[in-house]
């Protein structure tokens, strides 16, 4: 498996699995499927692109795109130390297999290069075990609980936020 950030022309393959995750997982993420199966190509391609203040991962079992995440920053000078990941997403087809935590730690390695960056924030769904379990082995904490965070389809479901500190001393600064 290799993991890389995406490009534009990895547009078609990154919607799609996107939308395969918005369809099987609705749950998990606060977009939905009617709302993005409407965007053009060219719009995810403009996303994709460099210098949007996103990045986009992709992890590809040869040439297949198999999980996605992305990775971006608050814009206020007051929270530039704070990065997020967000749409993190694994083809149901290669879960088990080690994408994730690929995934994952190339997320953290991209927030961890952005300057100034000592905190990544994240949300799990409560009851996603499997989730909660590898960012909390990667070193998030859970810092809370949100009571009907989303609903979908009139079902209301709980998030559960997390941080890592990515520097050490990050809290004296």
């Not at 996107?18 to 403009?46: H, V």
Request: net charge neutral; aromatic share 8%.
């Amino acid at each position: 498996m290799q993991t890389r950030f995406l490009t534009p022309g990895d547009a078609a393959a990154y919607h799609s699995l996107r939308l395969e995750g918005l369809r099987e997982a609705p749950s998990a993420f606060t977009a939905s499927f009617e709302e993005e199966s409407t965007t053009p190509l060219s719009e995810i391609a403009r996303r994709l692109s460099p210098g949007s203040g996103r990045e986009y991962l992709g992890v590809f079992n040869e040439e297949a795109l198999v999980a996605i995440a992305r990775v971006d920053r608050d814009s206020s000078s007051k929270q530039r130390h704070r990065a997020h990941i967000r749409g993190v997403y694994v083809s149901t087809a290669q879960r088990g297999k080690g994408a994730a935590r690929k995934l994952m730690e190339r997320a953290l390695d991209c927030a961890a290069s952005l300057e100034g960056v000592t905190y990544v924030s994240l949300a799990v769904t409560a009851g996603n075990e499997a989730a909660q379990k590898l960012y909390e082995s990667l070193g998030f904490k859970a810092w809370g609980y949100e009571p009907a965070a989303l609903v979908v389809d009139g079902v209301r479901y709980d998030e559960i936020p997390m941080t890592k500190v990515l520097a050490p001393d990050a809290r004296d600064t």
